[in-house]
């Protein structure tokens, strides 16, 4: 003890001797008994706070099925009102909320629920037949065997070999895509748009756009869900799904991807002018935003084509994990032209989410790292924050005339 303690003893001792209680430890036990109780006292709160939001997120959640349900069960359904549900996301917990939701934004299903048995048998049948002419049949077996029914002429042979060509290297980081099914599915839905649209063609890219389809429309007729992910399709799921359910979600997919294509149709004719103009668009975009990137860009003489190409034109399936694009397509099915014109300020708010980490590399590493942005780990609140900021771009600049210039 230092001298400061030594005098007070023979004091204390004068008035009375007693046993030392709890109280008399020393001034650092005490400290440390306090701190220890602080951070048990923090670390309760702490975990009373997160308990506490769970059920906060849980409640709203709960909120928003109930929404859902009601949207979608009405006789004849609210699509403004599904739009603005939508848009934030579509609950995925259940399979049939997201196939009916894009099917009604997607405008193939009628929003009054007296004619849409009647609609949806009509538009399966008619894609049936538009197989059996090109194809002869329908089966999944053997893709050696979709071509023997007919001869065909040199414009079907170079479309179907490129077909195949991209269907093979769709989504390659899900064994989904690389099943025999799935692949008959694909060639067959891509063949018949090519066979009824020959004044653009087939264009690469548009199996980018068939792959999200194919994904949610699939789990309508799943028998065994994973509840942790319903997008985690195995081998053994496809294999339980009867051929007449793989017809019907074949035609469902052809019919929603001949709409999305007939919105964009500019991004897939000769000389693609529509995806050259959301590129000019998006470089104005950020020239309002940050034109000290787009200047530092230029310095190093990276052209936009070089990276934002593939952004545009595949609607960055590639950038994001086919689950992520899903979650995108919610808000980009809700929002007027969320193809043809949202979608630039989804690319321009990426660039820029990224744009304070281009201004300190050199050539290489920036043209590397904006074609393979670190998008991996992004989880729903993060592309909740790049739809936010993407509507933002939207009320600021889509009235600006000189955008479009």
């Given at each position: 003890?230092?001298?400061?303690?030594d005098?007070?003893?023979?004091?204390?001792?004068?008035?009375?001797?007693?046993?030392?209680q709890?109280?008399?430890?020393?001034?650092?036990?005490?400290?440390?008994?306090?701190?220890?109780?602080?951070?048990e006292?923090?670390?309760?709160e702490?975990?009373?706070?997160?308990?506490?939001?769970?059920?906060i997120?849980?409640?709203?959640?709960?909120?928003?099925?109930?929404?859902?349900?009601?949207?979608?069960?009405?006789?004849?359904?609210?699509?403004?009102q599904?739009?603005?549900?939508?848009?934030?996301?579509?609950?995925?917990?259940q399979?049939?909320?997201?196939?009916?939701?894009?099917?009604?934004?997607?405008?193939?299903l009628?929003?009054?629920?007296?004619?849409?048995?009647?609609?949806?048998?009509?538009?399966?049948?008619?894609?049936?037949?538009?197989?059996e002419?090109?194809?002869?049949?329908?089966?999944?077996?053997?893709?050696?065997?979709?071509?023997k029914?007919?001869?065909?002429?040199?414009y079907?042979?170079?479309?179907?070999?490129?077909?195949?060509?991209?269907?093979?290297?769709?989504?390659?980081?899900?064994?989904?895509?690389s099943?025999?099914?799935?692949?008959?599915?694909?060639?067959?839905?891509?063949?018949?748009?090519?066979m009824?649209?020959?004044?653009?063609?087939?264009?690469?890219?548009?199996?980018?756009?068939?792959?999200p389809?194919?994904l949610?429309?699939?789990?309508?007729?799943?028998?065994?869900?994973?509840?942790?992910?319903?997008?985690?399709?195995a081998?053994?799921?496809?294999?339980?799904?009867?051929?007449?359910?793989?017809?019907k979600?074949?035609?469902?997919?052809?019919?929603?991807?001949?709409?999305?294509?007939?919105?964009?149709?500019?991004?897939?004719?000769?000389?693609?002018?529509?995806?050259h103009k959301?590129?000019?668009?998006?470089?104005?975009?950020?020239?309002?935003?940050?034109?000290?990137?787009?200047?530092?860009?230029?310095?190093?003489?990276?052209?936009?084509?070089?990276?934002?190409?593939?952004?545009?034109?595949?609607?960055?399936?590639?950038?994001?994990?086919?689950?992520?694009?899903v979650?995108?397509?919610?808000?980009?099915?809700?929002?007027?032209?969320g193809?043809?014109?949202?979608?630039?300020?989804?690319?321009?708010?990426?660039?820029?989410?990224?744009?304070?980490?281009?201004?300190e590399?050199?050539f290489?590493?920036?043209?590397?790292?904006l074609?393979?942005?670190?998008?991996?780990?992004?989880?729903?609140?993060?592309?909740?924050?790049?739809?936010?900021?993407?509507?933002?771009m939207?009320?600021?600049?889509?009235?600006?005339?000189?955008?479009?210039?």
């Amino acid at each position: 003890m230092n001298t400061e303690d030594d005098n007070r003893i023979p004091q204390i001792a004068q008035h009375q001797e007693s046993p030392r209680q709890p109280e008399d430890v020393p001034y650092s036990d005490q400290e440390s008994q306090a701190s220890t109780k602080d951070k048990e006292s923090t670390s309760d709160e702490l975990n009373q706070a997160a308990h506490k939001l769970e059920e906060i997120k849980r409640s709203m959640f709960e909120r928003r099925v109930k929404k859902f349900d009601r949207v979608l069960q009405s006789k004849v359904v609210d699509l403004d009102q599904l739009r603005s549900l939508a848009w934030s996301g579509v609950p995925p917990h259940q399979a049939g909320y997201r196939c009916k939701t894009w099917k009604l934004l997607l405008d193939y299903l009628p929003n009054d629920q007296e004619i849409l048995a009647e609609t949806l048998s009509r538009k399966r049948e008619e894609y049936t037949d538009m197989v059996e002419h090109y194809f002869g049949g329908i089966s999944y077996d053997n893709q050696q065997d979709l071509f023997k029914k007919r001869e065909m002429s040199p414009y079907e042979v170079k479309s179907i070999k490129q077909i195949r060509i991209d269907v093979y290297r769709t989504q390659p980081e899900v064994k989904l895509f690389s099943t025999q099914p799935i692949q008959i599915m694909m060639i067959r839905i891509l063949f018949t748009w090519t066979m009824r649209h020959p004044a653009s063609g087939y264009v690469q890219g548009i199996n980018d756009l068939a792959a999200p389809l194919i994904l949610v429309y699939l789990t309508e007729f799943l028998q065994n869900v994973n509840q942790d992910n319903i997008y985690e399709i195995a081998e053994k799921d496809i294999e339980e799904i009867i051929p007449d359910q793989l017809v019907k979600i074949e035609a469902d997919v052809f019919w929603c991807l001949s709409k999305l294509i007939d919105d964009v149709q500019d991004n897939y004719t000769d000389m693609q002018p529509g995806v050259h103009k959301i590129i000019n668009k998006m470089k104005k975009l950020i020239e309002q935003a940050d034109p000290e990137v787009l200047k530092y860009l230029d310095s190093l003489d990276i052209n936009f084509m070089d990276f934002a190409y593939r952004w545009v034109s595949c609607y960055l399936t590639r950038e994001f994990d086919i689950y992520q694009i899903v979650r995108l397509w919610d808000t980009y099915l809700s929002e007027e032209d969320g193809f043809s014109q949202f979608h630039c300020y989804v690319v321009s708010a990426l660039f820029l989410q990224f744009s304070k980490n281009l201004k300190e590399m050199s050539f290489q590493d920036a043209l590397l790292y904006l074609q393979n942005l670190p998008t991996q780990s992004w989880q729903d609140d993060d592309l909740n924050i790049l739809m936010a900021k993407s509507f933002e771009m939207k009320e600021l600049y889509h009235n600006n005339n000189r955008l479009y210039q």
